[in-house]
């Protein structure tokens, strides 16, 4: 099979006068791999690793979603140094590309939960 992943992205943004649009997009991928990680990961402002399973080969594409009352970042932890790619205010989702499985997550403050799926390339 082929294009087993869907990935659907659009943007809208109005406030007074300045207006944002971008067309929806749509945009079909293969799923090479039949593994996924799901889980929900309670935070606080310690990095921790994302629990992921061992047997995810290539991961491909990720879901976020902030399910707290707190910003939580999203990133990898490399030599005892944070570096966050994504800044998830409360509620909010991300869907994007991601090239390993070394990813770590950490509330700005207090405690925090986060959703995710990953699945392989």
Known sequence: MADEIQVTVGLNVLKGEFRF????IVK?????????????????TTPEGLEIAAD????????FAN???????????????????????????????VSNSNLAAWTDSGTGSLDFVIVER
């Open 21 to 24: 649009n971008t067309n929806q």
């Open 67 to 97: 399910t707290s009352s707190v910003t939580i970042q999203v990133g990898s932890t490399i030599s005892s140094t944070n570096y966050g790619f994504l800044s998830l205010e409360p509620g909010e989702i991300c869907v994007c590309p």
């Open 28 to 44: 079909n991928y293969d799923l090479t791999g039949a593994h996924k990680t799901a889980s929900t990961q309670d935070l606080t």
């Open 56 to 63: 995810l080969g290539t991961p491909g594409w990720a879901y």
